[in-house]
């Protein structure tokens, strides 16, 4: 369990310090995106500008993360985030089959999504 939580302050730590790249910045016309990435017991669903997304995305699946096509289970929170001048909502969505533990690391990581407003 250690290992989950390890790999959302993984997931957290990557999406702050992911640098803007040349070029990475809100592509004209406002372009989305969407990505919901697999933590075991709980999901991460990002949508909203693509830079931004992406970012999230490639910073999860680096943590060694899978992405998944749709979210599973109850929704903990939703968060508006804004990370180098990219907006973007991340959900956080917990499985059924979830114990306490991972519950509980789903609610931390929505504390710490929502101190990144």
């Known amino acids: 369990m250690c290992?989950?939580?390890?790999?959302?302050?993984?997931?957290?730590?990557?999406?702050?310090?992911?640098?803007?790249?040349?070029?990475?910045?809100?592509l004209?016309?406002?372009a989305s995106a969407?990505?919901?990435?697999?933590?075991?017991?709980?999901?991460?669903?990002?949508?909203?500008?693509?830079?931004?997304?992406d970012a999230f995305c490639k910073s999860?699946?680096?943590?060694?993360e899978g992405k998944i096509d749709n979210p599973q289970g109850d929704k903990v929170c939703t968060h508006d985030v804004s990370q180098g001048g990219?907006?973007?909502?991340?959900a956080v969505?917990?499985?059924?089959?979830?114990?306490q533990v991972s519950r509980d690391g789903a609610n931390r990581l929505c504390q710490t999504y929502a101190g990144m407003h």
């Open 3 to 26: 290992r989950l939580i390890n790999c959302c302050l993984v997931l957290v730590a990557g999406l702050v310090l992911v640098p803007a790249a040349s070029g990475c910045g809100r």
């Open 28 to 30: 004209p016309g406002g």
């Open 34 to 53: 969407r990505c919901v990435v697999d933590f075991k017991y709980f999901n991460v669903e990002a949508t909203g500008d693509k830079a931004g997304v």
């Open 60 to 64: 999860a699946t680096a943590a060694g």
């Open 86 to 90: 990219r907006k973007f909502t991340l």
């Open 93 to 99: 969505y917990v499985r059924p089959d979830a114990d």
